[in-house]
């Protein structure tokens, strides 16, 4: 069974900085996608970076040179290290975890660790919160 912690959600304000942290349990390899999502209240759940086993990432446009992904794969340990924080990353965190490999979800063929893929493991969730 595939189990993801996170921690290291808080309070920071504007400008301040934040590592989040989710230790992923229950895969046989290193061999799967993780990723970071976030929701806030009332929005839709949106990507923000994704990475592959083999270090690949990808980072969503609002968050592009203030937030970085990174895993250890000999801890099973994802990370998002994040800066120049603003009121609007006020969300919940979510870390999320697929097996590596081709997709197909809601019709769409994928062949990366897109945020889009439908992620099947999830987190419980880290709440960070920004106040300007």
């Known amino acids: 069974q595939v189990q993801l912690v996170e921690s290291g959600g808080g309070s920071v304000q504007s400008g301040g900085s934040l590592t989040l942290s989710c230790v992923v349990s229950g895969y046989t390899s290193s061999r799967y996608c993780m990723g970071w999502f976030r929701q806030a209240p009332g929005k839709e759940r949106e990507g923000v970076a994704v990475i592959d086993s083999d270090g690949s990432a990808e980072s969503a446009d609002n968050v592009k040179g203030r937030f970085t992904i990174s895993r250890d794969n000999a801890t099973n340990t994802l990370s998002l290290q994040m800066s120049s924080l603003k009121p609007e990353d006020t969300a919940m965190y979510y870390c999320?975890?697929?097996?590596?490999?081709?997709?197909?979800?809601?019709?769409?063929?994928?062949?990366?660790?897109?945020?889009?893929?439908?992620?099947?493991?999830w987190g419980q969730g880290t709440q960070v919160t920004v106040s300007s």
């Open positions: 999320a975890a697929d097996s590596a490999g081709f997709k197909v979800y809601r019709g769409r063929y994928y062949n990366s660790c897109s945020w889009k893929r439908g992620y099947t493991h």
